[in-house]
């Protein structure tokens, strides 16, 4: 969507003439300053087209133009903050598939990290999640190409491909003494963004794995269906947000809508104070009231904290587990015209209601769960967080950097959904266990706001092939 500019006209009215002769000083040094502003902005132009023009000229190799352009935006916008970016012409249509849910190629999340392509998570019941790929794993070839030097829009462009063709990737892996290579078959990738299951006879369990257009539709089908499967003996709900690593804020919204009867769910603030924005929640819980836990790590992120942060302030939910990852930024997606792509812009930092910034700091759980990892897997299961992230945003005080993201493949050995269940059950307690405590009357908070269209907010320093 494209960003609103607003252009304020300023007027100055003259006084007195003690008045007139105190500012006419200020004010026409005020305009040499912009002047001079605006001349050193167009002599750094012009030395941009100075350089396009010897390298046009006198490159080895005829360059193509439009590459050279493309080359100067990528390096402009990466070098504001790690999740600004520009997307060519395909990388843009690429990226409106996936928010719809559906997109063809391996199944991975990634991110670029030292020139080379770092998995993030593997998505579920996907080429990559079957062919045994692991969070944190570097891959440095794809099809005998070595991945660095390539960005990672370059890189996600080479992993997808027509369904049914192959594609090879060399992998090292922390703690394998020789790297791993895998072929894997394309296929088209549906995510599903949301799954459940009956925990405990009793207990309605809700997995959201990413945040794209299906997701909100999803909670209500799944949060019916549990109802209606479990009856009257449900005791409650666990939404589990760990390794989700964000997606569209307008459906971080409503997900958090769907849980609140009213109150500020997110706050969004631009460069200027006039470009605030405020979501609020409306009537209806979804659950009736029911308790809610919500499982969270050093993988979650972006929309993941949005919801996390939302429910946390207004106590309708415990969040169980371990720091989130800490990307409180919104990031606009400009279209650039027909055939020229987009930006993806970060043009915003969000709030959580009660004001908190969680740039660089994340979620703190209100009962923290450090899961047991096996010895092998004990080198990799912490995430760096937004805040190791090279030109991030800072904030104000302490940054924190990372926390674990290792969340057991077996149910029995999760720590987090054990402490979720014992919740829900009265076997433990909490004075930061709410919802527990309060199963037919949902904490509210009482904000009132609008906003305008949210964007998406997926964190753009990673992608999904």
């Known amino acids: 969507m494209m960003r609103k500019t607003s252009v304020v006209l300023l007027s100055v009215a003259t006084g007195a003439a003690l008045t007139l002769l105190v500012t006419q000083p200020r004010a026409m040094l005020m305009g040499l300053s912009a002047r001079a502003a605006t001349a050193d902005t167009y002599r750094q132009l012009n030395l941009f087209g100075d350089v396009f023009e010897r390298v046009r000229t006198d490159y080895v190799e005829k360059p193509d133009d439009k590459k050279l352009v493309e ?12 999740h600004s970016s520009y997307m060519d012409a395909k990388s843009f249509r690429d990226m409106q598939v996936q928010t719809r849910g559906e997109f063809g190629g391996l199944g991975i999340e990634v991110t670029m990290e030292d020139g080379l392509i770092k998995v993030v998570s593997p998505i579920d019941d996907t080429p990559a999640s079957k062919a045994g790929i692991l969070a944190n794993d570097i891959i440095t070839q794809l099809d005998d190409e070595q991945v660095q030097g390539l960005t990672l829009n370059q890189a996600v462009e080479k992993m997808r491909g027509p369904v049914n063709t192959k594609i090879r990737l060399k992998i090292v892996r922390k703690g394998s003494d020789n790297p791993i290579e895998v072929t894997l078959v394309r296929d088209n990738i549906r995510v599903r963004s949301v799954r459940a299951r009956v925990e405990a006879d009793d207990i309605a369990y809700i997995r959201i794995t990413t945040f794209n257009e299906q997701t909100t539709e999803g909670l209500k089908k799944e949060v019916a269906n549990l109802s209606n499967q479990i009856g009257d003996k449900l005791k409650g709900f666990i939404i589990d947000l760990r390794n989700n690593p964000g997606g569209l804020l307008e459906e971080a919204v409503t997900v958090s809508d769907s849980f609140l009867e009213r109150g500020e769910i997110v706050s969004t603030r631009g460069r200027n104070a006039e470009e605030t924005q405020r979501r ?36 309708r939910a415990t969040l169980v587990g371990t720091r989130s990852f800490g990307k409180g930024s919104v990031q606009t997606i400009i279209p650039l015209g027909s055939g020229n792509g987009a930006l993806r812009l970060t043009t915003a930092r969000y709030y959580t209601p009660s004001g908190k910034s ?52 077996d149910a029995k050995d999760d720590k987090a959904l054990k402490m979720a269940d014992d919740l829900l059950h009265g076997i433990k307690s909490s004075s930061s266990a709410p919802a527990a405590a309060s199963i037919d009357k949902p904490a509210t908070g009482d904000k009132a706001a609008n906003d305008k269209p949210a964007t998406s907010d997926r964190q753009p320093a990673k992608d999904q092939n």
Request: glycine share 12%.
């Open 71 to 82: 080359s100067a935006i990528s390096g402009m916008l990466s070098g504001l903050d790690p």
């Open 280 to 315: 609020s929640a409306h009537p209806g819980d979804l659950t009736k009231g029911k308790p809610v836990i919500v499982l969270i790590n050093g993988g979650s992120a972006s929309a993941s904290e949005i919801v996390a942060g939302a429910l946390q302030d207004h106590k």
């Open 358 to 409: 969680i740039q660089a700091k994340g979620i703190v759980p209100d009962i923290e769960v450090v899961q047991d990892v096996p010895d092998e897997l004990k080198a990799r299961t912490d995430t760096k967080g937004e805040a190791s992230l090279r030109g991030h945003l800072k904030n104000d005080g302490d940054e924190k950097t990372g926390s674990q993201s290792y969340v057991p493949p």
